[in-house]
């Protein structure tokens, strides 16, 4: 029972970062067709750093090259892995076996990259994000060894 509302937790926060990435979609198509130079010099200004500083100049730099197809890019990007994510989160919440090996495959992708991370530069976020990581696989293996095994067990034996 513990598994299944831990599973159920895990759907929950797939479910969340399915919307953060389709907030951030949102936002990238309502910049298409607009001054991206502008929004980003007044973004820097609002954040009271100067423009000529050496980052905020990058960002500001970076957001003069961005075209209006590297946006759209982007934002389809940002769409297929939030339906991703949300298809996952609708198939933990329903116990598919198929949703829980995805779970276990793509928490599995990120596990190089977060023990990257920590070599290259320690801090809480990143050790606490590769132990959650972590958790879930571990969880996700869990529970597909428990339906393994509880399908072996109600087969007949002879």
Partial sequence: MQTRQAIRAVAAFEAFKGFLALAGAS??????????????????????????????????????????????????????????????AYGLYREAT??????????????????AEIIHRVSWLSVGSLLLNLAVVALMLAALWQRRQARHNSRPHH
């Fill in 98 to 115: 198929w949703a829980e090996l995805l779970a276990a495959a793509s928490g599995t992708i990120y596990v190089p990259f977060e023990i």
């Fill in 27 to 88: 936002g990238l198509l309502l910049l298409l067709h607009k001054d991206l130079h502008d929004i980003a010099v007044r973004m820097v200004e609002h954040a009271h750093l100067n423009p000529a500083a050496h980052y905020p100049s990058i960002f500001i730099t970076a957001a003069e090259h961005l075209q209006n197809g590297k946006l759209m890019l982007i934002a389809l990007g940002a769409a297929a892995y939030s339906t991703l994510r949300f298809v996952e």
